[in-house]
């Protein structure tokens, strides 16, 4: 299933921080978890976490976040491409290398090669994101039928995601406030007109088969 989480934002939280807001989703990927915070442009700093359920690639090779060789790009990523093969084999008659099984490794080397209009090709069922260190741009993806979750809410400077809204309310200084309307709409007859999630404010989805970019 997996999970993954991250911030962007000119104040810096501790790895334990980051960490505790990872493992808030530990049933979602019980079989490795990284954390990295870096510090990127215009004084601002982004970390990337993800909580892995091994399935392609059982070895460490396919830990996240992952890189690119060098280290412009990094990438955390949640579901499961299903024309994994074929997007490798059309990597490889260009030239690529790979050094894992692992379907993010095509993600992280099809956005590179690519672009982010490399995720039109893409079959499956998933929720990433990317940092782009080239054009100082973290982008947010969600697969077409919205199955894998992705929320984030923005405060000031601060932009968090997160697959669960649990993992959100643990980043420092965000907690959950309910929108009344919202909360009233769920018990209407009517349909729901609040902006966002509807039950808390300031907190959003990602829509399916769309994309958000933070500059």
């Known amino acids: 299933m997996c999970g993954i989480c991250g911030f962007i934002s000119r104040k810096c939280i501790t790895i334990d921080q980051l960490k505790k807001m990872n493992d808030t989703m530990y049933h979602r990927g019980p079989n490795d978890s990284g954390e990295e915070i870096f510090q990127v442009g215009n004084g601002y700093y982004l970390g ?4 892995r359920l091994s399935i392609m690639d059982l070895s460490m090779l396919g830990h996240q976040p992952m890189y690119s060789n060098d280290k412009r790009i990094v990438i955390t990523y949640n579901g499961e491409i299903y024309n994994t093969d074929d997007l490798r084999h059309k990597l490889t008659t260009l030239g690529v290398h790979f050094k894992t099984t692992s379907d993010t490794e095509v993600l992280l080397l099809g956005f590179i090669h690519f672009g982010p209009s490399f995720i039109q090709d893409v079959d499956g069922i998933f929720a990433l994101a990317v940092y782009d260190e ?4 973290l982008t947010l993806f969600r697969d077409c039928f919205g199955v894998k979750p992705l929320f984030y809410t923005q405060t000031g400077n601060t932009f968090v995601f997160a697959s669960e809204l649990k993992g959100l309310f643990c980043y420092p200084g965000i907690a959950p406030a309910v929108d009344s309307n919202g909360l009233n709409e769920i018990f209407s ?3 729901a007109h609040t902006p966002g999630c509807g039950v808390y404010k300031n907190v959003h989805e990602v829509l399916p088969g769309s994309y958000l970019s933070v500059s």
């Not at 990337?48 to 909580?51: D, H, K, L, N, P």
């Not at 080239?134 to 741009?137: D, Q």
């Open 48 to 51: 990337f976490a993800q909580r």
């Open 134 to 137: 080239r054009h100082e741009t």
């Open 189 to 191: 007859l009517g349909p």
